[in-house]
């Protein structure tokens, strides 16, 4: 991890920067302010998207942690927000190891937040683009902190919608080299909802503030999100609304999915 200068970018807006901002955080800029003011605009649920999709986060790492899994990459990290991941992983076994891997120059900045590590666990943060994997698993940072002869869980939340290119390929290629037992766990922007009640025009709105200020996004039904798991062995309830997603006890009405409008699925590497 670098320790010189870091070029911020503060005037182009960040999907990190602006998730961040959704969550009540404070790191963020004028272009990333501007930008999120005006998705809550056009898409007032955004607020209540990002902070369920914390919620999935750790209730996924959780599952996780009970299938024995001790060792992740987390992609598309975001800003450090308490819990993070390894914190979550780490309450329940200590010795997890987490890489974290993000693009964000501000994640860099704050990225030492992310490695207050257990003295049982170990992490460490890995400034890369998801949409190179190969350059990931080459990484020394995670070479010294993963053994990929162990399962291993990769984690993509609310992230492969803003990587352009074949994203499935990208997927492939992050999976093909792990031990049989490492899972994927992801959640993914959608307009597909089974009950019609979605909001299409505030969606494709709330899709157009990112895309006029040059961040790509994509989103994908319920099949295409289900191809990223093709070859795997998908955990019940497979592709869901991410706050039905094996709910800890806690119901949520069918309305919910309109303002969620993010898919989650975990799968298992066989």
Request: zero cysteines; aromatic letters at 8%; proline letters at 8%.
């Amino acid at each position: 991890m670098s320790d010189g200068p870091i070029d911020l970018h503060t005037d182009v807006p960040h999907p990190a920067r602006m998730y961040d901002y959704f969550l009540g955080g404070k790191d963020s800029y004028d272009a990333d302010r501007v930008a999120a003011e005006q998705a809550l605009r056009d898409f007032p649920h955004v607020q209540l998207t990002a902070r369920t999709n914390r919620e999935f986060m750790r209730h996924a790492t959780r599952f996780l942690v009970g299938q024995g899994i001790r060792q992740y990459l987390d992609i598309g990290t975001g800003i450090p927000t308490e819990p993070n991941l390894h914190q979550v992983a780490q309450e329940q076994a200590p010795e997890s190891r987490v890489v974290y891997v993000d693009n964000d120059p501000l994640v860099l900045a704050h990225a030492r937040a992310l490695l207050v590590s257990t003295p049982e666990g170990r992490t460490t943060y890995l400034q890369a683009d998801a949409a190179d994997p190969a350059t990931i698993l080459a990484a020394p940072e995670l070479q010294a902190t993963l053994d990929l002869s162990k399962p291993v869980a990769v984690s993509l939340m609310a992230v492969v919608h803003f990587v352009p290119g074949d994203v499935y390929e990208m997927v492939r290629t992050l999976m093909a080299p792990l031990a049989p037992g490492s899972y994927l766990a992801m959640s993914h922007v959608t307009t597909d909802f089974d009950d019609g009640d979605a909001d299409p025009e505030g969606m494709a709105r709330l899709l157009q503030v990112y895309i006029d200020r040059g961040i790509p996004v994509r989103p994908r039904t319920r099949a295409e999100v289900a191809r990223f798991f093709d070859g795997l062995e998908l955990v019940d309830p497979g592709v869901e609304v991410i706050h039905r997603w094996r709910p800890e006890g806690i119901e949520r009405p069918k309305s919910y999915d309109k303002r969620v409008s993010l898919y989650g699925a975990v799968g298992k590497k066989v």
